[in-house]
């Protein structure tokens, strides 16, 4: 692999004895070399043929399974909020059984732990038992709240419609959930709101975990029409509604960075006329998502995505800051020399970042000479972590200095489709 990137000097065996081989910098697998009048002589001719050489590069793999192989989990505890680097904060209850006996935490695994309000904890397990889990605290950010802040106001619907819209939302960014009691909706809480409240509430929490967001958004009380009447007095109010003129796409572009934005979602039947005309009358826009109808389950996820990827701020979620030296909180694997992170703003499929920890390597080139091994062992972890992820051929990209806009070496592993080509590799 280094000889590949950087050129060499290759002994061949011929019919008169071995032969230096010139191999050119950045030689693929499948390119053929000739070296002149090193092969047979054909049966009717007198001058001897050429010797063809394929090239084939081997590109290094850690072995399967990978016991140095660490995926982070996330968990959430009140107890983070104060901790710093050094701290160790114990898991109880649901935390620590999820982290012992469902998902068996390693002995010094790589995790994350949140308080659920910002702050940020990169750690390690130490002692557990099936009730108490030990992290050691390796770093600590601390994220500020979104802007603009993105609340979904989200009818209650029949089944479990309401439930899946409220944890996609969460998944895809929004700060914070009101459940409307719709004059269409066909469940109706009235005398179950705080048991309603409480499984929307769990639903948030899982999810915010499963994503793993600095911020688990705020499930407010049941709101009823006069509620939202009154908000799109005070803020920016969009309503959904399938016959609007105005499109979210053309609003969305022209919202402010700050604030708060509240998206309302009706029903299964969709939203009253008089409800509709109450929102209007107070200030709300109506505005739709395009020609089609989609569900009251899936309506608010689309909208948010318009938001993130249309307004100012561009995402719901920032992207968390970096310590000088901290294990970033995205960190999905890691071997002896060097940790594979998960880019936060995906640019394909599967966006993967592999960093060797020692960082005083300008370049590619620079650490193959200097290193190969470690270059070997940054492109085996790289093709490892890559096929644990998707199931397609990926690329190997090496995207360093400030001329890329990159400020530490790194191997961009992107996932293709297709089956495991040794071809996609390029440098």
């Given at each position: 692999m280094p000889d590949a990137i950087l050129g060499t000097t290759a002994t061949i065996e011929s019919l008169d004895g071995s032969v230096d081989l010139e191999v050119r910098t950045g030689v693929q697998s499948g390119?053929?070399?000739t070296i002149k009048g090193r092969g047979i002589t054909p049966l009717r001719g007198s001058q001897r043929g050429?010797?063809?050489?394929?090239?084939?590069?081997?590109?290094?793999t850690l072995p399967r399974p990978?016991?140095?192989?660490?995926v982070a989990l996330h968990f959430v505890t009140d107890d983070a909020t104060d901790a710093r680097a050094g701290d160790v904060v114990t898991l109880t209850g649901a935390e620590a059984h999820h982290a012992a006996a469902v998902r068996r935490v390693r002995v010094d695994e790589v995790v994350t732990l949140g308080d659920g309000r910002g702050v940020w904890l990169g750690g390690r397990r130490g002692l557990a038992s099936p009730k108490q889990v030990d992290v050691r605290v390796t770093g600590r950010a601390e994220v500020p709240e979104p802007a603009p802040r993105i609340v979904l106001v989200q009818a209650l619907a029949k089944g479990d419609r309401d439930e899946l819209a409220v944890q996609a939302a969460t998944e895809l960014g929004v700060d914070a959930i009101v459940p409307w009691q719709a004059a269409r909706s066909v469940s109706r809480w009235d005398a179950k709101a705080e048991k309603g409240l409480t499984r929307w509430r769990?639903?948030?929490r899982e999810a915010a975990k499963q994503a793993h967001r600095a911020w688990i958004p705020e499930v407010e009380g049941v709101a009823r029409l006069a509620d939202l009447v009154a908000r799109a007095g005070e803020t920016t109010v969009l309503v959904l509604e399938p016959s609007a003129d105005e499109r979210l796409t053309v609003v969305a572009s022209a919202l402010s960075g700050g604030g708060e934005v509240v998206l309302v979602v009706g029903p299964e039947g969709g939203i009253a006329p008089e409800e509709l005309d109450a929102l209007r009358a107070a200030g709300a826009r109506i505005v739709r998502l395009g020609d089609t109808i989609l569900r009251t389950s899936t309506a608010g996820a689309a909208a948010l995505s318009v938001l993130s990827a249309r307004s100012s701020a561009g995402s719901a979620e920032p992207e968390r800051p970096r310590g000088r030296g901290?294990?970033?909180?995205?960190?999905?694997?890691?071997?002896e020399n060097a940790f594979a992170i998960r880019d936060i703003a995906p640019q394909a499929p599967v966006h993967l970042l592999v960093i060797p920890k020692t960082p005083q390597y300008r370049d590619v080139v620079e650490l193959a000479a200097a290193d190969p091994g470690l270059l070997a062992e940054v492109v085996a972890l790289a093709n490892s972590v890559a096929a644990e992820h998707a199931d397609g051929d990926f690329r190997l990209v090496f995207n360093t200095g400030a001329g890329a806009g990159q400020t530490v070496f790194h191997v961009h592993a992107h996932v293709l489709a297709g089956g495991l080509n040794e071809k996609s590799l390029g440098g």
């Amino acid at each position: 692999m280094p000889d590949a990137i950087l050129g060499t000097t290759a002994t061949i065996e011929s019919l008169d004895g071995s032969v230096d081989l010139e191999v050119r910098t950045g030689v693929q697998s499948g390119d053929v070399l000739t070296i002149k009048g090193r092969g047979i002589t054909p049966l009717r001719g007198s001058q001897r043929g050429d010797l063809k050489i394929g090239v084939h590069v081997v590109t290094p793999t850690l072995p399967r399974p990978l016991p140095a192989l660490i995926v982070a989990l996330h968990f959430v505890t009140d107890d983070a909020t104060d901790a710093r680097a050094g701290d160790v904060v114990t898991l109880t209850g649901a935390e620590a059984h999820h982290a012992a006996a469902v998902r068996r935490v390693r002995v010094d695994e790589v995790v994350t732990l949140g308080d659920g309000r910002g702050v940020w904890l990169g750690g390690r397990r130490g002692l557990a038992s099936p009730k108490q889990v030990d992290v050691r605290v390796t770093g600590r950010a601390e994220v500020p709240e979104p802007a603009p802040r993105i609340v979904l106001v989200q009818a209650l619907a029949k089944g479990d419609r309401d439930e899946l819209a409220v944890q996609a939302a969460t998944e895809l960014g929004v700060d914070a959930i009101v459940p409307w009691q719709a004059a269409r909706s066909v469940s109706r809480w009235d005398a179950k709101a705080e048991k309603g409240l409480t499984r929307w509430r769990s639903i948030v929490r899982e999810a915010a975990k499963q994503a793993h967001r600095a911020w688990i958004p705020e499930v407010e009380g049941v709101a009823r029409l006069a509620d939202l009447v009154a908000r799109a007095g005070e803020t920016t109010v969009l309503v959904l509604e399938p016959s609007a003129d105005e499109r979210l796409t053309v609003v969305a572009s022209a919202l402010s960075g700050g604030g708060e934005v509240v998206l309302v979602v009706g029903p299964e039947g969709g939203i009253a006329p008089e409800e509709l005309d109450a929102l209007r009358a107070a200030g709300a826009r109506i505005v739709r998502l395009g020609d089609t109808i989609l569900r009251t389950s899936t309506a608010g996820a689309a909208a948010l995505s318009v938001l993130s990827a249309r307004s100012s701020a561009g995402s719901a979620e920032p992207e968390r800051p970096r310590g000088r030296g901290e294990i970033p909180a995205e960190i999905v694997a890691e071997t002896e020399n060097a940790f594979a992170i998960r880019d936060i703003a995906p640019q394909a499929p599967v966006h993967l970042l592999v960093i060797p920890k020692t960082p005083q390597y300008r370049d590619v080139v620079e650490l193959a000479a200097a290193d190969p091994g470690l270059l070997a062992e940054v492109v085996a972890l790289a093709n490892s972590v890559a096929a644990e992820h998707a199931d397609g051929d990926f690329r190997l990209v090496f995207n360093t200095g400030a001329g890329a806009g990159q400020t530490v070496f790194h191997v961009h592993a992107h996932v293709l489709a297709g089956g495991l080509n040794e071809k996609s590799l390029g440098g």
